[in-house]
Nanobody, 112 residues
Framework: QVQLKESGGGLVEAGGSLRLSCVASGRAFSRYSMGWFRQAPGKEREFVAAMHFSGPDQKYADSVKGRFTMSRDNSKNTVYLQMDSLKSEDAAVYYC?????WGKGTLVTVSS
């Protein structure tokens, strides 16, 4: 079975940066896309970003476009989410997604 494991969350000041990682195990992922979602306290889970392993296509939520960037390392079955210029609104649990598979999340906290 596919397992996803996020890491890289933590406490950061507003305006700072974090890089999240998601490692997928159990399968090859070159044919698929992987995405990031987040859920803030009292909010619904929302889409953040996604990209394909095999191509250049990427998609970002309007709320993070220009600040967040995805990248990948196919040899490690890993995708990254570089988060810059973090805002208090970005504070959430961030989840890695591959098809119907989800990680357990990594917490990002942003202080003012």
């Amino acid at each position: 079975q596919v397992q996803l494991k996020e890491s890289g969350g933590g406490l950061v000041e507003a305006g700072g940066s974090l890089r999240l990682s998601c490692v997928a195990s159990g399968r090859a992922f070159s044919r698929y896309s992987m995405g990031w979602f987040r859920q803030a306290p009292g909010k619904e889970r929302e889409f953040v970003a996604a990209m394909h392993f095999s191509g250049p296509d990427q998609k970002y939520a309007d709320s993070v476009k220009g600040r967040f960037t995805m990248s990948r390392d196919n040899s490690k079955n890993t995708v990254y989410l570089q988060m810059d210029s973090l805002k208090s609104e970005d504070a959430a649990v961030y989840y890695c997604n591959l098809q119907t598979n989800w990680g357990k999340g990594t917490l990002v906290t942003v202080s003012s």
